[in-house]
């Protein structure tokens, strides 16, 4: 590996795989385009001469915190040139495609999808009786946000017990009969496992206060204070938490200092103890047998700290907001510790037993076959915060042996902006993040795609702002970010009433919050001086709140969620977007993501294809060509715009023509809209039209 230093040049660092992340993730928080960086003045400039010149930016030590990141990790092979080339899809080195590629993910809140009893909170019964609608919808695989037994001070991810199920959500023998019913239907099932960090209530970290210097002090970052501490002194380091305040808490019973990323009663685990990594190999295990087919890592690349906790560099505290992130968002033995779970955890030893469940096979027209074979490796899913696109490959690409698929925040925010601001998301930076993203990819790595979950607000509100209660535009937009997510190459992965377009709440007072980050945000504005309604205002565009209301199942006060009192009562009144109305209507969200997945489920040049952008410069047009090794050709259109655009020349007439004869298929002439909400092409596209037509497929009805 080549040794960095300050006389290093961008260009040098910007190969670099971290390096570029870094440089990125920095310019799109400042609102800055990459020719700050590539352009030949700045790219052949030293690292120590750029850090001077942004001095009033970056602080004076970030040149040296940037280099001990870069030095943690081993550069690998440039990044290809052009788009990723489907046709050869990435893991075809593998003796089978994986099935994860080729699935549609659905997550479910299980807080607020179902309540089967009554009382108001949403449980896996609740989950039970809903599988034929998930099943109908085209769903591969189920997602649960937690449901191991936790106090619940972050709504379950802050575990308790990792082998038992949260009372208000039901027993063991409920999630045995959920993932035998997602067998049975032919849907896999994955879990959330949160191991960054427990609940303080869990028994490690008991058993670690009452013996600080025993087996279980070292499965947590526990430090002594100054000699008669009591609380009152500096903490270890300056690290500040994610949801406020500094990162430690004193523990007067151990008299230490216990680190926590998030919420107080959240705490972190020591990953450089081969204990904690053999104690959470074992849980995967676990469940496993059960029947679960793998799980979403939550942060999981927060899991390796830099030796010592080092106090973290301020101008990169000040830039990113949170003090310390530079010696843990991508540590130095992360890429060991996952490839050491992968193989310890997720992989199928020989002599393993086989699990009590297993999916059942499931065609391409949807019929549910035999029930197939324990799947060698169970998936891993990466929530990976604050990882770019290079570092994610470095995670997930195939033959690496740690995750198959990490998220990237990126694709949630505009360039210069957070979940906090109050701004309209412009979906033409979706065009380009995407463009970007799946150039830069190769044949063995593999796209996540997502726009919504339980920790973000809506995207429909987020593009449509104080808009997003006009039925039509609504619908519009909701079927916009469905053609996207549904037909680029990657695995899609659906939020929970995504599929009925739902959007934020309106919410009008801070007791309407039930989410711990947003009350604390809210505490924290109101001691900052702002008024109470200057504080909701600055919570209410990030709140996790708005996504993790009831399931609007049907019209009613507590729209079929609960014959109770919701545990997070909903603040809308809208008619037509709930499941029930949804239905039956032919042009509805519903039936569109329907229709959408079952066309991507019959046509492999949709899952399995190449991809090629079509007038990939334009402002306002999306457009690209999936094609498949058996001549299938599919275009698919999106007007990312509010108002009518007239569509770009290449995709049109006899350029059009050409380009579909390059790609092996017939002419313009048949060219047939399958799908969408219009039947026919024209010069002109209407407000967010999208359109989704085959070559020498059969005409459809406009939804």
């Given at each position: 590996m080549a040794r960095h230093n300050g006389q290093t040049r961008i260009s040098d660092v910007y190969a670099h795989?971290?390096?570029?992340?870094?440089?990125?993730?920095?310019?799109?928080?400042?609102?800055?385009?990459?020719?700050?960086?590539?352009?030949?003045?700045?790219?052949?400039?030293?690292?120590?001469?750029?850090?001077?010149?942004?001095?009033?930016?970056?602080?004076?030590?970030?040149?040296d915190a940037f280099l001990a990141v870069l030095a943690d990790h081993p550069e690998r092979s440039a990044v290809p040139d052009g788009p990723h080339d489907a046709a050869e899809p990435p893991g075809a080195a593998q003796p089978s495609s994986p099935w994860w590629r080729s699935a549609v993910f659905y997550q479910v809140y299980p807080r607020s999808f179902a309540d089967s009893d009554g009382d108001g909170i949403g449980d896996l019964r609740g989950v039970i009786s809903h599988l034929d609608y998930l099943a109908d919808l085209g769903v591969d695989c189920v997602w649960l946000s937690p449901i191991f037994d936790s106090p619940n001070m972050d709504m379950g991810y802050d575990v308790r017990d990792y082998r038992a199920v949260m009372e208000e959500m039901g027993t063991l023998e409920d999630l045995d009969a959920l993932i035998a019913g997602c067998h049975q239907r032919g849907m896999r099932i994955?879990?959330?496992?949160?191991?960054?960090?427990?609940?303080?209530?869990?028994?490690?970290?008991?058993?670690?206060?009452?013996?600080?210097?025993?087996?279980?002090?070292?499965?947590y970052h526990l430090r002594p204070g100054v000699a008669g501490e009591d609380g009152s002194g500096p903490p270890p380091n300056n690290w500040k938490a994610f949801f406020g305040g500094q990162a430690w808490r004193w523990i007067p019973e151990a008299e230490r200092w216990a680190l926590h990323l998030f919420a107080p009663g959240q705490m972190d685990l020591n990953w450089d103890n081969p204990a904690v990594r053999r104690e959470v190999a074992e849980i995967v295990r676990w469940?496993?047998?059960?029947?679960?087919?793998?799980?979403?890592?939550?942060?999981?690349?927060?899991?390796?700290?830099?030796?010592?906790l080092p106090d973290g560099d301020d101008g990169i505290g000040d830039l990113i907001g949170f003090p310390g992130i530079e010696n843990y968002f991508y540590?130095?033995?992360?890429?060991?510790?996952?490839?050491?779970?992968?193989?310890?955890?997720?992989?199928?030893?020989?002599?393993?037993?086989?699990?009590?469940?297993?999916?059942?096979?499931?065609?391409?027209d949807g019929l549910i076959g035999d029930r197939l074979p324990p799947d060698p490796v169970g998936v891993m899913v990466g929530e990976t915060p604050g990882v770019g696109v290079?570092?994610?490959?470095?995670?997930?690409?195939?033959?690496?042996?740690?995750?198959d698929l990490v998220f990237n925040f990126d694709v949630l925010e505009n360039p210069g902006r957070i979940r906090w601001d109050d701004y309209r998301y412009d979906l033409r930076y979706l065009k380009a993040y995407y463009q970007d993203y799946l150039a830069r990819l190769g044949p063995d790595d593999h796209l996540a795609l997502?726009?919504?979950?339980?920790?973000?607000?809506?995207?429909?509100?987020?593009?449509?702002?104080?808009?997003?209660?006009?039925?039509?535009?609504?619908?519009?937009?909701?079927?916009?970010l469905a053609t996207i997510q549904l037909t680029l190459p990657g695995t899609p992965f659906i939020f929970q009433g995504q599929e009925i377009g739902a959007i934020n709440q309106d919410f009008t007072s801070v007791i309407d919050l039930r989410d711990v980050e947003s009350r604390d945000r809210f505490a924290q504005l109101r001691q900052d001086g702002r008024t109470e309604a200057q504080a909701l205002a600055e919570v209410l565009p990030g709140a996790r709140d708005h996504s993790r209301v009831p399931m609007r199942w049907q019209p009613g006060e507590t729209t079929g969620f609960s014959t109770g009192d919701p545990w997070q009562p909903g603040m809308e009144d809208s008619r037509g977007f709930t499941v029930l109305e949804q239905?039956?209507?032919?042009?509805?969200?519903?039936?569109?993501?329907?229709?959408?997945?079952?066309?991507?489920?019959?046509?492999?040049?949709?899952?399995?294809?190449?991809?090629?952008?079509?007038?990939?410069?334009?402002?306002?047009?999306?457009?690209?060509?999936?094609?498949?090794?058996?001549?299938?050709?599919?275009?698919?259109?999106?007007?990312?715009?509010?108002?009518?655009?007239?569509?770009?020349?290449?995709?049109?007439g006899n350029r059009l023509d050409a380009m579909l004869r390059r790609a092996g298929a017939g002419g313009a002439d048949e060219l047939a809209v399958v799908l969408g909400t219009t039947g026919t092409r024209g010069k002109v596209m209407a407000p967010y039209q999208v359109v989704v037509a085959g070559v020498g497929a059969t005409p459809g009805v406009p939804h």
């Open positions: 795989p971290v390096g570029r992340d870094a440089i990125d993730k920095v310019l799109l928080q400042l609102g800055r385009s990459r020719r700050w960086v590539t352009n030949p003045v700045v790219a052949n400039l030293p690292l120590a001469a750029v850090a001077r010149l942004a001095r009033r930016s970056v602080g004076p030590g970030f040149a994955i879990l959330d496992l949160v191991v960054n960090h427990t609940s303080d209530q869990h028994e490690w970290f008991h058993a670690a206060v009452r013996d600080p210097d025993g087996p279980y002090g070292e499965y469940w496993r047998e059960r029947g679960i087919d793998g799980f979403r890592l939550d942060v999981i690349n927060l899991i390796s700290k830099r030796p010592g540590g130095p033995n992360l890429h060991t510790y996952l490839r050491e779970l992968r193989a310890q955890g997720f992989t199928r030893a020989p002599d393993e037993p086989e699990p009590v469940s297993t999916a059942r096979a499931r065609d391409r290079e570092m994610g490959r470095l995670l997930s690409a195939a033959g690496r042996g740690e995750l997502f726009i919504e979950n339980h920790d973000n607000p809506r995207m429909v509100s987020k593009v449509l702002g104080d808009q997003d209660h006009i039925p039509h535009q609504r619908t519009a937009v909701a079927k916009v239905d039956g209507e032919p042009a509805s969200v519903l039936n569109f993501y329907r229709n959408l997945i079952r066309l991507r489920r019959a046509h492999p040049a949709l899952t399995e294809g190449d991809v090629h952008f079509c007038a990939p410069r334009s402002r306002h047009y999306f457009g690209w060509l999936r094609t498949g090794p058996d001549g299938e050709v599919w275009l698919v259109e999106v007007n990312l715009t509010g108002r009518p655009i007239r569509r770009p020349r290449q995709v049109l």
